[in-house]
Nanobody, 126 residues
Framework: QLQLVESGGGLVQAGGSLRLSCAAS????????IGWFRQAPGKERDGVLC????????NWAGDVKGRFTISRDNAKNTVYLLMNRLKPEDTAVYYC???????????????????WGQGTQVTVSL
């Protein structure tokens, strides 16, 4: 059974950077697309970026374009989310999850994606 664990969150000042990791165990990530999602207090969980098993990237969140990058290292069974030029509005709990393919769009409440991790908190201060 595939299990995902997020790490790398923390408190950072606006303009700073963080790299989140999504480490898999129990099964190889080679054949999975992995999505990164975030949920701010009082809001729905939104899709951020997704990377296919072949490395094709789908950007679901326009406000992270040019600032966030998703990558994968199948040898380490890990997917990363590099977040640069962070803003206070990026504050949220960030999650990763697996699916067969990256959908073109992610709708909040979608039944797609499974093996959700427990999340990692990212807080961006002014």
């Amino acid at each position: 059974q595939l299990q995902l664990v997020e790490s790398g969150g923390g408190l950072v000042q606006a303009g700073g950077s963080l790299r989140l990791s999504c480490a898999a165990s129990g099964y190889t990530l080679d054949y999975y697309a992995i999505g990164w999602f975030r949920q701010a207090p009082g809001k729905e969980r939104d899709g951020v970026l997704c990377i296919s098993s072949r490395g094709t990237i789908t950007n679901w969140a326009g406000d992270v374009k040019g600032r966030f990058t998703i990558s994968r290292d199948n040898a380490k069974n890990t997917v990363y989310l590099l977040m640069n030029r962070l803003k206070p509005e990026d504050t949220a709990v960030y999650y990763c999850a697996a699916e067969v393919v990256c959908p073109e769009r992610y709708e909040a409440g979608s039944a797609l994606f499974g093996s959700w991790g427990q999340g990692t908190q990212v807080t961006v201060s002014l």
